[in-house]
């Protein structure tokens, strides 16, 4: 009797053991930890976005005029965008091949620049400087193909919300690293590129094995939903932290110790998604447990399908083969099903989103990386500078939340189309151009704000439109072909409009002072009109694109009438299968 109980402890004991260790798995192997691990990763991927804050050390170490600056703006917009490479690359390899290339090019790029600013290397040249910024933007792809494509696959159903909280985490990022560079580095801007060089780097590298597509999860739409919007509370909350943490070093003196505590909050909530991930495991696993112990249901399949199989064959080598020209240009698939890479590149709706790249990411990137001297032109001081550009990286966020949260919810129950939304996203940014066209007190923290939110709107909502309208078979090579047109419009409105603009108007200004270009190291234009015209130009390029969009809302209007993720539901009455 002792040793039928002692084995029946020792049973109970090996199951408790047993229990924990299959909890330890699936939470590190879970979707949930992934989607987790996804947040961190992006958390780190929006280094570009403080261009504006090291800007000026580049600037200024390095004896460059505007124009020249613009042009390291449009490598880094160059870089950042061009994602083909690692869309193709994700094609054949797997997702911790990506994020470990990524994490290398990206420590490469921002280290080379870092020691050129502190002058630890001979100064570089103009191309150098441009190559080593293209190299740094350019890691973000890595990330971006290897996180989203993934987690999109392992969310297909709620592809809009998970496209706004892993793009609303890389809007944030900015700010983020902003208050840790100044809880470690104080206010040395030039730290804070050797910050952005390491800290995304590690971060891949930790995470690298837990991004990865996992298959045959299911799991009701609605609990889905319900975690989703945990995870968009804990981000809000960090959101609304950094905002207030920006408005009061603003208004005080903070210590090293204020820095640190406040940086230490922000680490804080950037791990408290870890724990609803935890939990959804822990819940996953009993419910796999209650049905391990049942009967399991066996689904019969058709006898009759070996009968028809032959007949099918035959029908499909009856058909005659299509010719190249035919597959690519006239046998195109219905929306929603798999393009192949070529079909979608020359479709006429990919042709739109190219459009629309160029007019609205074109302006809004051409803003980002004018925003330091946009606040240096109308006198404001470093330190609102660096105010205005946490609030732009803030509401960056705000509108890659709202573009997939509110995008998903309207297209859900009202048949809302997303490229419609695209068309009021671009109609908001003119609003933000025009206040910098026409400033006045104060009018700066609002043009953050708008423009901000407008560009961080535009990304989720580009993504979700490419997976919906060309499928997901090829999704990480066309959403990066999607914004090709953004470094082009980059280039064109800031290298070509925006920089020459405003080095005329300091030449203007040296003119009217009678000094010549050769009696000034710096050329710095200060007034109202240093980005007038040019933010006029933005304005009125980021309307076509409005416009161009209502086209692309009148071709796809009965495609999304309908249930655009019908092939992703389960049939009912089918038992579903749960596994890792």
Known sequence: MSKSTTAILRRDGGGQESQTYRLAIQVIQGRWFSLFASFLIMAGAGATYLFGIYSKDIKTTLAYDQTTLNLIGFFKDLGANIGVISGLIAEVTPTWCLLLIGAAVNFTGYFMMWLAVTHRIPEPRVWQMCMYMCIAANAQNFENTGVLVTTVRNFPENRGVVLGLLKGFTGLSGAIMAQIYLAVYGDDSKALILLIAWLPAAVSVVFVYTIREINGVKQSNENEIRVFYHFLIVSIVLALFIMAMTIAQKLVAFSPVAYAGSSSVICFLLFAPLFISIKQELEFLKKTNQESSRVSEVEIENLDHDDHEPSLNSNFKSERKLSFFEN???????????????????????????????????????AVDNLGQIGESLGYPRKSIST?????SIWNYFGRIFAGFVSEHLLIKFKFPRPLMMTLVLLLSC??????????????????????????????????????????????????????GSPVGSYVLNVRVTGPMYDREALKVLESSGLGRSAVKELVCIGKQCYRQSFMVLAGVCCFGA?????????????YNGDIYSKFKEPKGVAKTQHL
């Open 328 to 366: 690519v240009f006239l046998k195109k698939p219905e929306r929603g099903d798999d393009f192949s890479i070529l079909q979608a590149l020359l479709s006429t709706d990919m042709a739109i989103l190219y459009v629309a790249t160029f007019c609205g990411l074109g302006t809004s990137f051409t």
């Open 388 to 392: 205005i550009v946490s609030l732009l």
């Open 431 to 484: 609003i933000g151009h025009l206040l910098i066209a026409f400033p006045f007190t104060g009018s700066v923290y609002i043009a953050s704000i708008i423009i901000g939110f407008s560009f961080g709107a535009q990304l989720p909502l580009l993504f979700a439109i490419v997976s919906e309208l060309f499928g997901l078979k090829h999704f990480s090579t066309l959403f990066n072909c999607a914004q090709l």
């Open 547 to 559: 416009l161009a969009t209502l086209v692309l809302v009148a071709r796809t209007r009965e495609f």
